[in-house]
Nanobody, 115 residues
Framework: QVQLVESGGDLVPPGGSRRLSCAASGSIFNIYAMGWYRQAPGKQRELVAVITSGGSTNYADSVKGRFTISRDNAKNTVYLQMNSLKLEDTAVYYC?????????WGQGTQVTVSS
């Protein structure tokens, strides 16, 4: 089992920045990718960004150039740096970890972009 704990969600003004953290614990070996997803009210959960064990990254078109995913292997933590936040970035952000036969989710952290 892998446990994921997100933190960093908050109320942020448009144009502001925020960094989300996801700390992984438990059976974290063989995790080949970790990512961030988000779900806005009334919408489906969507991929925001993913980083593989090899360091490759991929982003949703809507966040390219504004968000950066990174990881600290020593801390077993993945980060999502969010800059130039827009109203439409408001959502619950979920951390995700993938192993070959299992996928794990965190409990989510709310990011609200509002003036």
């Amino acid at each position: 089992q892998v446990q994921l704990v997100e933190s960093g969600g908050d109320l942020v003004p448009p144009g502001g920045s925020r960094r989300l953290s996801c700390a992984a614990s438990g059976s974290i070996f063989n995790i080949y990718a970790m990512g961030w997803y988000r779900q806005a009210p009334g919408k489906q959960r969507e991929l925001v960004a993913v980083i593989t064990s090899g360091g490759s990254t991929n982003y949703a078109d809507s966040v390219k150039g504004r968000f950066t995913i990174s990881r600290d292997n020593a801390k077993n933590t993945v980060y999502l740096q969010m800059n130039s936040l827009k109203l439409e970035d408001t959502a619950v952000y979920y951390c995700n970890a993938r192993q070959v036969i299992s996928t794990y989710w965190g409990q989510g952290t709310q990011v609200t972009v509002s003036s």
